[in-house]
């Protein structure tokens, strides 16, 4: 494995001033000055000094972690060995890494910790057990509603696990899994909802070797059979039902017809195991004998202790499909042990949340995606840290719910999404005022680019002005965290940038035919070396995997596009398929988005282009107002001239269009591929004309859409 030259040195904002800045209010964070980037005022955040007394984190200071992030691209054998060894291997390592990110020089592969033999689901929860931490909470389940009233059933679901008690279940679920003929290298389906009992599935998974595939509790059987059969699966873990807010989600009828559907096209699920979240006969449930079991009577007869299937580090843990923001899913995999080092090792240094200490976090995510895998499941269990799932949605019973929990559990970090914040942000500060908040420490945002109006509403009026917020970039198949600010003294944050690259990580710009971009530019974002959560494969069809992100030779290529800015900070500006060029200017659809979005009555908007006779292309803006706000020629005037203002001239918008809601993926991400063509097809168009449209949350949206085109 050769040596690469040294990484650049990031020139850091406010860097010599932030070691020596006083701050004279505990509560104000430090403004290290402004720089003007394509006419955005740009300004740079930094937490009190107070913040770091009461909020230590492992690297004192930016330039501690810069010596280290230096080392972890010099060397990565190295550094990453020596983080592996925190971890239980049963069996060593004999080899840390082999790689080829060449297509040339034959197939893609990435191998880390070669002859090691592991369990993440030992790691997760023998590890803290055996250390005698048995007694500290895992997991406590937030219902959807605010009071019991409508009660699980005979099962009776525990609100809350100790390690030992996940432990004890996680083994359990596992001995019900090996009596169903489940075995290591086997598939197993989870439609759940976002109870603890859904990452407790996923350990049980791991423990005996098999290969969890979780599918969002609320996709349609169609899409759910899609996936069970695309996977393979032998098995599936289901739930009888759940409320999500007010609506009731029949969650077992959508299993029964999903099966059915992988039955007519020869693929025979065997076994279901369903969790009793609702009883009665709420949900209307009736098991098939010999296929479906209750989860509680299963697990009542099972021994609660089943040994470890120890696997070699590159043995599969998941199949996880992608949010279907720009075609169709891809089922990205997973390996063991590589993986399981950097969710951990990202959920340490990204959020750092102290067990010992008391902190408490909360992931917003559903275990259906990648951010609940890494930071529902495994990176906090890793750690041993206590956390709080949550069933509902934050809009149930009223916006303020998410404040009601943080004041409820005294939660420290906070990981949401920028749809979320916007959402919440739309209906107005009091909601948030009216409750303490005086636990939170770290927040932290994914998904998206975060707008600036909206980052600096959640720094604001969420965290008081007091905490850093980690706006964390990566994806489905970096497994982890791949770029983002961490709460380190001397590390500025500028609002809407995920700002720099975590350990190991070495992120690179690349022009359209491939070559390395130097200083500040713009240009596709690529990584250039693996890291050990790397994705191993497309499930069952590593040549796609080859043509979507392996086209250059040397690097993996991201799919999103980023500018870096003369500190060596990314700022992620949208997706590569998803760029405007207006007279010959390449325009990010997010940063538009973000320009239209600093007006006061907006609350959202989703840019596309569409063709135009002299400039190419042109802009079609879609816009979602703040509550109380309406819609009016003078208001389009307004944002037309704003985005000029702020862009320069040729990046006014040409059509702006109303839209009360746009379409978006069940994770909440904006579909622009969708948008774009409604945008050029205008009223004619058709729903069929609009792809693969199976992970849309709402499909009416697109009827309104279309009926407004402008
Ligand atoms: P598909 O790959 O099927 O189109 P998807 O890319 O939306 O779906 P995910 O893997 O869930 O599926 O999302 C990863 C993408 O989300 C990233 O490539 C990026 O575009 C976007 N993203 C995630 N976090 C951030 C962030 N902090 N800032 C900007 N963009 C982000
Ligand atoms: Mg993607």
């Known amino acids: 494995h050769a040596m690469r030259p040294p990484p650049p040195l990031f020139h850091l904002p406010g860097f010599s001033s932030a070691r020596h800045a006083?701050?004279?209010t505990a509560r104000a964070?430090?403004?290290?000055?402004?720089?003007?980037?394509?006419?955005?005022?740009?300004?740079?955040f930094h937490p009190a000094d107070e913040y770091f007394q009461q909020v230590p984190h492992h690297y004192d200071h930016v330039e501690d972690y810069l010596v280290h992030y230096e080392k972890s691209i010099k060397d990565p054998e190295a550094f990453w060995s020596e983080i592996a060894r925190n971890f239980h291997w049963e069996t060593p390592w004999e080899e840390t890494l082999s790689y080829n990110f060449n297509r040339s020089a034959g197939p893609i592969h990435v191998r880390f910790f070669h002859g090691g033999e592991t369990n993440i689901a030992y790691n997760a929860l023998d590890r803290h057990v055996a250390a005698g931490l048995g007694d500290r909470i895992a997991f406590y389940t937030e219902r959807n509603d605010l009071e019991p009233i409508r009660e699980s059933g005979p099962g009776g679901l525990k609100d809350q696990y100790t390690y030992r008690e996940a432990l004890e279940e996680v083994s359990r679920i596992a001995n019900v899994l090996k009596s169903m003929g489940v075995k290591r290298g086997d598939k197993v389906g989870l439609f759940l909802p976002m109870v603890a009992e859904l990452p407790l599935a996923m350990l049980a998974c791991a423990r005996i070797g098999a290969v969890h595939t979780v599918v969002f509790a609320g996709f349609s059987k169609e899409a759910l059979a899609d996936r069970l059969c695309d996977a393979g699966c032998k098995a599936v873990i289901a739930c009888d039902g759940v409320f999500r807010g007010s609506k009731l989600i029949p969650l077992f009828h959508t299993v029964d017809a999903a099966i059915q559907l992988c039955n007519e096209r020869g693929h025979i699920i065997e076994h279901t195991l369903v969790l009793k979240r609702l009883g009665g006969d709420v949900a209307g449930v009736h098991l098939t004998p010999g296929r479906d079991v209750w989860w509680h009577e299963a697990t009542a007869k099972a021994s609660s202790s089943c040994p470890v299937e120890w696997v070699p580090s590159e043995h599969p843990l998941f199949i996880l499909y992608t949010s279907g923001s720009t075609g169709k899913p891809k089922g990205v995999l997973h390996t063991t042990g590589g993986y399981m080092i950097q969710a951990a090792t990202t959920f340490r240094h990204v959020f750092n949340v102290r067990p010992e200490k008391n902190d408490i976090f909360l992931c917003t995510a559903d275990c259906g995606w990648i951010t609940g895998h890494s930071y529902v499941t495994y990176g906090p269990l890793l750690n041993g840290a206590s956390q709080v799932v949550f069933e509902g949605v934050p809009s149930?019973?009223?916006?303020?719910?998410?404040?009601?929990?943080?004041?409820?559990?005294?939660?420290?970090?906070?990981?949401?999404?920028?749809?979320?914040?916007?959402?919440?942000?739309?209906?107005?500060?009091?909601?948030?005022t009216k409750y303490a908040r005086s636990s939170l420490k770290v927040l932290g945002s994914v998904g998206e680019p975060i707008n600036p109006e909206a980052w600096k509403w959640y720094h604001e009026v969420v965290g008081g002005g007091r905490c850093p917020i980690v706006d964390t970039w990566w994806q489905t198949e970096t497994g982890a965290i791949a770029i983002a600010p961490l709460p380190i003294k001397g590390w500025g944050q500028k609002p809407g940038s995920a700002s720099l690259p975590f350990l190991g990580i070495e992120p690179v710009l690349l022009s359209q035919d491939g070559k390395e971009l130097e200083g500040p530019t713009e240009g596709l974002l690529a990584i250039k070396s693996p890291w050990p959560s790397?994705?191993?494969?497309?499930y069952g069809d590593h040549e796609r995997m080859e043509q979507t992100y392996f086209s250059f030779d040397?690097?993996?290529?991201?799919?999103?596009?980023?500018?870096?800015?003369?500190?060596?900070?990314?700022?992620?500006?949208g997706r590569a398929d998803d760029v405007v060029i207006v007279s010959g200017h390449n325009l990010g659809t997010a940063e538009v988005e973000a320009a239209l979005a600093q007006h006061p009555s907006v609350a959202e908007a989703a840019v596309v282009g569409i063709p135009h006779d002299v400039k190419g292309n042109c802009l079609y803006c879609y816009v979602t107002l703040k509550a109380g706000q309406a819609p009016s020629p003078d208001l389009e005037k307004q944002l037309k001239v704003s985005v000029r203002n702020q862009l320069g001239a040729f990046a006014a918008p040409d059509f702006i269009q109303w839209a009360p809601n746009l379409p978006k993926t069940r994770s909440g991400k904006v579909m622009r591929r969708i948008l774009r063509k409604v945008a050029a097809g205008g009223k004619a168009i058709n729903v069929e004309d609009l792809g693969d449209t199976s992970t849309l949350a709402d499909p009416e949206v697109i009827k309104e859409l279309i009926a407004n085109h402008v």
């Open 22 to 24: 006083h701050s004279s």
């Open 29 to 44: 964070a430090s403004v290290e000055g402004t720089e003007a980037s394509r006419g955005v005022e740009e300004v740079v």
């Open 396 to 432: 149930y019973p009223d916006v303020g719910r998410l404040w009601h929990m943080v004041d409820k559990y005294g939660i420290t970090h906070l990981y949401t999404a920028p749809t979320a914040i916007r959402s919440l942000m739309r209906e107005g500060d009091e909601h948030v």
């Open 534 to 538: 790397t994705l191993r494969s497309i």
């Open 554 to 573: 040397g690097y993996y290529l991201t799919g999103d596009n980023a500018r870096r800015d003369s500190d060596g900070y990314y700022w992620i500006t």
